[in-house]
């Protein structure tokens, strides 16, 4: 696998391609991820990393000039990695791993499976990196045709919509995409495990939150295009109310920019940021909450952050997207695109009706066991993979 990012962080993709891993070992495959230099190791998982670029100790999260250096660096230690791993199959993440992968796969005469989780461009439009009136922005359109119509024997993407989008705008044939959605750990993620009585839960005197009051909560990363200005101006909306609400806004970057704001608007007693959760703890952070918030705004990209919430038997306030309804089906609780007003007073709805929140939630978590497995998931890229190298 090539992974063009600081494998293991906890967030995201990492998160899918950590049980991507996981799942396919507990099958017999044998794994070597090739990833920055940055991360955090995983027991058990064999990563091999890019040297350290000279001139630059960190970087941002997202699209940035930097990267195109630290993939340069990626794809020499690919090559590397290639010649004394001896692999069956390249497994590329995001676009850079695709193309850096696509190139050593022709070399080599191996198959190439391109692990699609959004629009590169879309992506890069999100972060402000790339203006789509630009004239740079056709230029990168054209690029990442070019890498998914090209170069993959075999495309997973991380919705039903995603592949749509392959097939409509970038001319992607059919028979070379197959849905993969984000998937969840309903083992770890289990609100069984943390069996407090309501309003006993330990974080909530850690953290000052009364037994009584309901607490809606975001685990993921801290950017304008996630969403936290909304989910900051639904703390406002709700104290206007007088809501006895409180919200847990767990991740990061950015975190004191978003404390700073929280407290220009008046909110930053109601409003609590915890900073990086690891991932392993994300169930016990998750079981304190009565509410789970995803104002995520993008159209391409996948959320996986959703199924994790659904299986700890969060009723989850999004936005009306397509991946969104993909995940929670009938079941979600939507609000129009962008419109932080209306999601607001979708966060209210939940607020004020505990006993149809909690019937959300038990059929969320079913849903997941049901739709979104990862053994399943493995089996399909198992299946993919023997298809692609001629193995029974």
Request: charged share 25%.
């Amino acid at each position: 696998m090539i992974a063009p990012t600081s494998f293991f962080s906890d967030y995201g993709g990492h998160i899918r391609i950590l049980e991507e891993i996981r799942a396919l070992e507990e099958r017999g495959v044998e794994i070597a991820v090739v990833t920055y230099y940055k991360g955090r190791d995983v027991p058990g998982i064999d990563i091999r990393r890019t040297a350290p670029l000279p001139w630059r100790t960190d970087y941002e999260v997202g699209s940035s000039r930097h990267k195109i250096a630290f993939d340069a660096y990626l794809a020499v230690r690919s090559l590397k990695e290639i010649r004394r791993y001896r692999p069956d199959i390249i497994h590329g993440h995001m676009h850079e791993g695709a193309l850096i992968g696509g190139v050593l796969a022709r070399l080599y005469g191996l198959p190439l499976v391109f692990d699609y989780q959004g629009s590169l461009t879309a992506e890069m439009v999100d972060h402000h990196f790339l203006n789509p009136e630009g004239w740079v922005y056709p230029w990168a359109f054209r690029m990442e045709a070019a890498i998914t119509r090209r170069l993959p024997n075999a495309i997973l993407t991380s919705s039903s919509h995603a592949g749509d989008l392959l097939r409509e705008r970038f001319g992607v044939q059919r028979d070379l995409i197959h849905a993969l959605p984000d998937c969840a750990d309903a083992v770890q993620f289990d609100p069984a495990r943390f069996p407090y009585k309501p309003g006993n839960h330990p974080l909530r005197a850690r953290l000052n939150i009364s037994p009584e009051t309901v607490v809606v909560g975001y685990l993921g990363l801290l950017t304008d295009y996630q969403g936290i200005p909304h989910l900051i101006e639904s703390a406002v909306d709700c104290r206007r109310r007088g809501l006895d609400v409180h919200f847990l806004i767990m991740g990061f970057p950015n975190v004191d920019h978003y404390q700073n704001l929280a407290q220009a608007r008046g909110v930053d007693d109601i409003v609590t940021f915890t900073g990086r959760v690891p991932f392993d703890d994300a169930p016990y952070f998750l079981s304190v909450c009565d509410i789970a918030a995803a104002p995520k705004m993008s159209l391409s990209e996948g959320s996986g952050k959703l199924l994790n919430y659904m299986a700890m038997e969060l009723p989850v306030v999004v936005y009306d997207t397509p991946v969104n309804w993909e995940y929670l089906g009938d079941l979600g609780v939507y609000a129009p695109t962008g419109d932080a007003s209306a999601f607001a007073e979708a966060l209210v709805s939940l607020i004020n009706d505990p006993v149809g929140r909690t019937d959300i939630g038990r059929k969320l978590r079913r849903r997941v066991i049901e739709k979104f497995s990862w053994p399943a998931a493995a089996e399909q890229i198992l299946a993919i993979y023997k298809d692609l190298t001629n193995r029974e």
